[in-house]
């Protein structure tokens, strides 16, 4: 059987900027909701996973399939309250089914 090809991508820079800025979501307009970390994430934006208890998170409602789908598709994401970009060496693919870190994300 052939391995499914997939592939990862930060949401765009814009997306977070706006959310940040405005404290709505960019594409509803929902307030957004700042909060520390209670959870690892991970931050859909530099794609690391939240330190938790440390760091504070924006969550905000988000539709990445916005003009690809007819049926909008949002859902919650969070990303660092402070901008942050991705790094390839650090970002990690987490199994669905088991949580655990498959290997870093190629670049």
Same mark, same amino acid.
């Given at each position: 059987?052939?391995?499914?090809?997939?592939?990862?991508?930060?949401? @765009? /820079? +814009?997306?977070?900027?706006?959310? $940040?800025?405005? $404290?709505?979501?960019?594409?509803?307009?929902? @307030?957004?909701?700042? =909060?520390?970390?209670?959870?690892?994430?991970?931050? $859909?934006?530099?794609?690391?996973?939240? =330190?938790?208890?440390?760091?504070? $998170?924006?969550?905000?409602?988000?539709?990445?399939? /916005?003009?690809? /789908?007819?049926?909008?598709?949002?859902?919650?994401?969070?990303?660092? =309250?402070?901008?942050?970009?991705?790094?390839?060496?650090?970002?990690?693919?987490?199994?669905?089914?088991?949580?655990?870190?498959? +290997?870093?994300? /190629?670049?």
């Amino acid at each position: 059987m052939k391995e499914p090809k997939f592939s990862i991508h930060a949401i @765009p /820079d +814009g997306i977070s900027t706006a959310a $940040r800025n405005t $404290r709505k979501s960019p594409q509803y307009g929902h @307030p957004a909701h700042i =909060e520390v970390a209670g959870g690892t994430g991970p931050c $859909r934006q530099c794609l690391r996973t939240f =330190e938790v208890g440390k760091e504070n $998170r924006l969550l905000f409602t988000y539709n990445p399939f /916005d003009g690809l /789908d007819a049926y909008p598709s949002p859902g919650p994401i969070f990303v660092h =309250e402070t901008p942050c970009a991705i790094n390839f060496q650090t970002a990690f693919v987490r199994c669905r089914s088991c949580s655990k870190a498959t +290997g870093a994300i /190629d670049g």
